[in-house]
């Protein structure tokens, strides 16, 4: 019992049990929300957060934090519903130049982490403001998108057995596979894990250490980005106060996905069962209908702290007995 | 950590102990921004006297900074600890939630604004508890008030904005004593007494030696713990405090808005005013000086009829600029460029 409660994985099963009870609980007290369709509306409604989770992994499982992946978030689609609406530009190369911005943008962060041994937190502060300002520099109203490639994606039903999924679901399943693959079975991934578990012995071990982080937060600013995407295909618009708050939402999936925020311990398939967790609660206060929407922050912070408490008990204990 | 111990080698000593001094660099910030101001903005310094009060726009922005003010000083002695408070702008919230609620209620004034300082308490010994006690990563243990926090303050309020119309609550936030706003006193009062606290007792050095290395603190005998655990309580109470001030300036509580994003401008203000968030070595008038100039740069974009929305990209400028200024590498960077 010992050796499975202390196992990597086990943090990881506790959520995915989590996810199983709260979708079980809903199905018992409210007809109809056991269906496929509201199963897949999870995945409808969180595709751009679930991929925003799958960079910050990357960056909290190298011992790092990314505050700025809301405000890019919403610079992306500033600039996507810019540069359709008002440059007229190709939709392919606008999706493909806002996908190279979040990445340099993200480099660019890791460049002055890395060499100019900055922390992590306040230069993403500084990230976030930067990118917010933008978006009010394009404009301080919303854009609306009307390019019909972005209307026909935005549309689109990809249907599974009765029920249906938005294109933006398939991308962002594709980046969780292609992310699991990154993490688990690539060079790179090894390295990203061994900096998070100590730096100082990945830099001994000669791990190039500067550019795993720069190409870490790169990746983090690409996910940003590719969530901006969707959002944008989602909501077809682009507005400076999109997704506030979001880098929030990203760090809580990610740490009720079992992964430790102290870096090297963790799974990126993680921040899938965190997100699923939090678009759960959300569903289930939205079928109550009596409950308001703060509740879901309340309930939010309540799961924070039980899984950081629970983290933090297992890994003393794992430490006592090693 | 890092500016600090580099060797500085000014051939001129007297003019050199004022460069190295600790507050030269947010000071001479503020003067120059200062100094922009009185080049482009017009009666920027004219002061005159209205109704027994004084006017003008240093009184203004001295006022619409007390809340950040006291945010920062909190902030500072957290972030001495190797800590950092994200919650603040949720305890504003809740702080500002309850005492308008109870006054608009029917409280007696005193008791609702202890009941807000009190649940500003709660909050700050809960995440002390959670830092101190539990050992969670301070982010990641504030990260938890500042979610449900500002969940709770909606759950009070219901969502609503509560007006208040109970007239010597506006005094805490826009009343005037001897000619000088109310709130300016708050801020010197708290300043005065941490700073008293600081200097004359033993613990500004204890809160210093947590910083820089909590492990030899505790060997040494100090009780780190608890020490951190106080830490956090008193950045509550300033920001119950803060809270208090921002509510009654706009006479009512907006649990949605109120104090949104101040713990940002709060570490801001602490890193302009020098204090390495690696821990350590910190200082109070360092970060007051620090509000001051996030408070004077709005301003002056504002008045210098700059669209308000520049203002977040100067800040970030800014944000990078000081984080660069710091950073021993960069500055080797440029030692060897030349």
Avoid at chain 1, 292 to 303: C, E, N, R
Avoid at chain 2, 114 to 131: M, P, R, T
Avoid at chain 2, 281 to 309: D, N
Wanted: glycine share 10%.
């Amino acid at each position: 019992m010992k050796s499975f409660t202390s196992a990597p994985y086990f943090t990881a099963l506790v959520t995915v049990a989590l996810l199983v009870a709260l979708l079980l609980a809903g199905g018992a007290a409210y007809p109809g929300f056991l269906s496929l369709q509201v199963m897949l509306n999870l995945l409808i409604d969180n595709a751009f957060l679930l991929v925003i989770a799958i960079g910050m992994s990357f960056v909290i499982l190298s011992g790092g934090i990314d505050l700025s992946v809301g405000s890019v978030l919403a610079l992306t689609t500033m600039v996507a519903a810019w540069l359709l609406q008002t440059a007229h530009w190709p939709p392919t190369a606008v999706i493909v130049a806002v996908l190279a911005m979040g990445a340099a943008f993200g480099a660019l962060q890791g460049v002055m982490i890395h060499y100019f041994k900055l922390q992590a937190f306040i230069v993403t502060l500084g990230g976030m403001f930067l990118a917010r300002g933008l978006c009010y520099l394009i404009s301080i109203n919303s854009i609306t998108i009307e390019d019909p490639a972005f209307v026909t994606l935005s549309q689109a039903q990809i249907f599974i057995f009765d029920a249906f999924v938005s294109p933006g679901v398939l991308i962002s399943v594709a980046m969780l596979v292609l992310a699991i693959f990154v993490a688990h079975f690539t060079p790179f991934g090894r390295a990203v894990y061994a900096i998070g578990g100590n730096e100082q012995s990945a830099q001994m071990m000669g791990l190039a250490v500067g550019r795993t982080r720069v190409a870490i937060y790169a990746i983090s600013g690409f996910c940003a980005a590719l969530g901006g995407v969707l959002f944008s295909f989602y909501m077809l618009s682009g507005y400076g106060l999109h997704a506030q708050g979001t880098e929030l939402d990203a760090i809580a999936a990610v740490v009720i996905g079992g992964t430790l925020l102290s870096g090297g311990y963790g799974y990126v398939a993680g921040a899938l069962s965190g997100v699923l967790v939090l678009g759960a609660i959300q569903t289930l206060i939205a079928f109550d209908g009596t409950l308001s929407s703060w509740w879901t922050k309340i309930v939010i912070g309540a799961l924070l702290f039980i899984f950081c408490v629970v983290q933090r008990l297992l890994s003393a204990r794992s430490k006592e007995t090693t | 950590m890092n500016a600090q111990t580099l060797p500085v080698p000014l051939a001129a000593s007297r003019y050199g102990s004022i460069m190295t001094h600790a507050l030269f660099k947010p000071s001479a910030a503020l003067a120059v921004l200062l100094l922009i101001d009185l080049i482009f903005i017009p009666g920027f310094f004219s002061l005159e006297v209205k109704d027994g009060h004084l006017y003008g726009s240093l009184i203004d922005i001295v006022n619409r900074a007390a809340p950040l003010m006291l945010a920062a000083l909190g902030m500072t002695v957290v972030i001495a600890t190797r800590g950092i408070d994200i919650s603040v702008g949720a305890q504003v919230a809740l702080s500002g939630t309850v005492a308008c609620m109870l006054i608009a209620g029917g409280t007696p004034m005193p008791a609702a604004l202890a009941a807000a300082i009190g649940a500003a308490l709660l909050c700050g010994a809960w995440n002390g508890l959670l830092v101190a006690a539990l050992k969670l990563q301070p982010i990641v243990a504030t990260l938890i008030l500042m979610v449900a926090g500002r969940g709770l303050a909606q759950l009070l309020t219901d969502g609503q904005i509560i007006t208040v119309y109970y007239q010597p609550y506006f005094f805490i936030g826009s009343g005037y004593l001897l000619g000088l706003p109310f709130s300016l006193y708050i801020v010197a009062a708290v300043f005065a007494v941490v700073a008293l606290m600081m200097k004359k007792t033993a613990l500004g050095l204890f809160i210093q030696s947590v910083g820089i290395n909590p492990v030899a603190a505790r060997l040494a005998g100090l009780r780190t713990a608890t020490l951190i655990f106080f830490t956090y309580v008193f950045c509550a109470a300033c920001a119950g405090l803060a809270g208090l001030m921002i509510s009654s300036n706009i006479k009512s509580a907006d649990a949605n808005n109120a104090g949104l994003l101040l713990e940002l401008d709060a570490i801001l203000a602490v890193t302009l005013g020098g204090t390495s968030l690696a821990g350590g070595k910190f200082s109070l008038a360092g970060s007051v000086i620090g509000a001051l100039i996030i408070q004077t740069l709005t301003y002056t974009i504002y008045s210098l009829g700059v669209p308000p929305e520049v203002n977040m990209v100067v800040k970030s400028l800014v944000v990078f600029a000081v984080c660069l200024s710091q950073s021993a590498e960069f500055k080797n960077l440029w030692k060897r460029r030349k």
